[in-house]
C-alpha cells in the first residue's frame, strides 16, 4: 500500500511544532515552461513545505549541476538556451550572493557533479559539439580547477555520487545510445574502474549514495521514461532491483534528507513535473510528499547544512500549527517499544 506522506523525521519539541531539520533540500535552475529558470526552492522536510528564495539578479540555467561545501552552494556548467557554460558561480547561504569563481576546462551542460575529500569534481558532458569523457576537480582553497583522467565512456546527462572513497557514475547518452554501464574513479589512483551494468539502459537518471549502496534511479531507456530503481552493492558488485518509483521521470533532482532519498520534479515523458517523493530503504517504500511550487526539469539539487542562520531557508516554527497528538503519539511509541524491550530481556 502506498502512503500519500511519510511520518514527519524527528521528534517534536515540547510545545508541539517540528524542530529545525538538520539539513535544507535545495532545488536550483532548470527547464519551466520552455526556458531555463532561475528559481530557487528549500524543502523543508520536518514541515513538508517548499519556499521560494529565487535571487533575481542571477542568471537563468539548465542541465547543470550543483555541490555544498565548506558552507557554499557551487552552480557549475549547465546551459541557457545560448550559451554551454564553462562558468561556476558560487552561493553563499548566509549574505544571499552570489560571485563567480574559476572556470572549467571544458564547457559543460548535462555535466555530472559531486563532492569528495573537500573537492568538486564535474564529469562528461556536452560541449555543444560533442559528448564528453573528461572529468576535472576543483579545489576551493586555490579557486583552482584540475584535469584527472578521463572516463572509459562518453557520458552527458549521466548521474554521479560519491561513495567509499570513490566516485561512481552510471548511464548517460555518448550521442548514440543511452548507456548501461557505469564506472568508478579511485582519486588515489587516478584511474576509472568499469563495474557490472545496471539492469536499465538510463540517459536523464539520477544517482545516489544512500544506506551503503549506490542507487540508480529513473531516466530514459531510448524508449521511454523510467519509474524503476536499482541499487549497486560495491561489496557483490551486483545490481538489484528496488521499488519503482510512483512517477515516472527523467532530468530530476535527487538528494537524501534526514535518511531518506527525495526526487524532484523532472520531466514525465508528457509534461515537465511539480511531484515530488521520497524513498525509505527501510520499508523498500516510496512516498509523495509536497511537491515543488516551480514545475521543471533539469534542474539540480543540492543539501545545505550546519549554517547558522537554517531558519532562514524553513518555514518559521511560530506559523506551524502545534501538533499536541502527534507529540503524544511519539510518546506513546516511545513507552511500547521501550515496553517490548522489556519483555524481550
Known amino acids: 500500500m502506498v502512503t500519500n506522506k511519510p511520518h514527519l523525521a524527528g521528534k517534536r519539541n515540547t510545545v508541539g511544532r517540528p524542530r529545525l531539520p538538520t539539513g535544507i533540500l535545495l532545488a536550483i535552475g532548470g527547464w519551466s515552461g520552455g526556458n531555463p529558470t532561475n528559481g530557487i526552492e528549500a524543502y523543508d522536510v520536518r514541515a513538508d513545505c517548499w519556499i521560494n528564495i529565487t535571487n533575481n539578479t542571477e542568471r537563468p540555467r539548465a542541465y547543470h549541476g550543483t555541490a555544498f561545501l565548506n558552507g557554499y552552494v557551487y552552480c557549475i556548467g549547465g546551459f541557457d538556451r545560448l550559451e554551454h557554460f564553462s562558468n561556476v558561480r558560487r552561493f553563499d547561504p548566509i549574505s544571499g550572493n552570489w560571485h563567480e569563481v574559476a572556470p572549467m576546462?571544458?564547457?559543460?551542460?548535462?555535466?555530472?557533479?559531486?563532492?569528495?575529500?573537500?573537492?568538486?569534481?564535474?564529469?562528461?558532458?556536452?560541449?555543444g559539439h560533442m559528448r564528453l569523457s573528461t572529468a576535472e576537480y576543483y579545489r576551493p582553497e586555490i579557486n583552482q580547477w584540475s584535469l584527472i583522467a578521463p572516463m572509459h565512456?562518453?557520458?552527458?546527462?549521466?548521474?554521479?555520487?560519491?561513495?567509499?572513497?570513490?566516485?561512481?557514475?552510471?548511464?548517460g547518452f555518448n550521442g548514440h545510445d543511452c548507456l548501461q554501464t557505469a564506472e568508478y574513479y579511485?582519486?588515489?589512483?587516478?584511474?576509472?574502474?568499469?563495474?557490472?551494468?545496471?539492469?536499465?539502459?538510463r540517459s536523464g537518471i539520477g544517482v545516489m549514495a544512500y544506506a551503503g549502496h549506490v542507487y540508480a534511479v529513473g531516466g530514459f531507456d531510448g524508449n521511454s521514461r523510467l519509474s524503476s530503481a536499482e541499487?549497486?552493492?560495491?561489496?557483490?558488485?551486483?545490481?538489484?532491483?528496488?521499488?519503482?518509483?510512483?512517477?515516472?521521470?527523467?532530468?530530476?533532482?535527487?538528494?537524501?534528507?534526514?535518511?531518506?532519498?527525495?526526487?524532484?520534479?523532472?520531466?514525465?515523458?508528457?509534461?515537465?513535473?511539480?511531484?515530488?517523493?521520497?524513498?525509505?530503504?527501510?520499508t523498500n517504500e516510496w512516498f509523495m510528499v509536497c511537491g515543488i511550487r516551480i514545475f521543471r526539469s533539469a534542474l539540480s539539487c543540492c543539501v545545505i547544512s550546519g549554517l547558522p542562520n537554517m531558519a532562514d531557508y524553513v518555514v518559521p516554527r511560530d506559523t506551524l500549527p502545534q501538533l499536541p497528538a502527534l507529540e503524544e503519539e511519539e510518546e506513546e511509541e516511545q513507552n511500547e517499544m521501550e515496553s517490548g524491550d522489556s519483555l524481550n530481556e
Open 231 to 282: 541499487a549497486y552493492n560495491p561489496d557483490t558488485n551486483l545490481w538489484t532491483n528496488v521499488a519503482s518509483m510512483i512517477t515516472t521521470r527523467s532530468n530530476f533532482g535527487i538528494e537524501v534528507v534526514e535518511d531518506r532519498l527525495f526526487v524532484v520534479g523532472g520531466f514525465n515523458g508528457f509534461t515537465t513535473s511539480y511531484a515530488v517523493e521520497c524513498y525509505d530503504t527501510t
Open 153 to 171: 565512456e562518453q557520458r552527458s546527462d549521466a548521474s554521479c555520487t560519491s561513495l567509499n572513497n570513490k566516485i561512481y557514475i552510471c548511464g
Open 186 to 201: 579511485s582519486p588515489e589512483t587516478n584511474q576509472w574502474t568499469m563495474i557490472t551494468p545496471m539492469n536499465s539502459r
Open 105 to 127: 576546462y571544458y564547457q559543460r551542460c548535462y555535466v555530472s557533479v559531486t563532492v569528495l575529500n573537500g573537492c568538486i569534481y564535474a564529469m562528461g558532458g556536452y560541449d
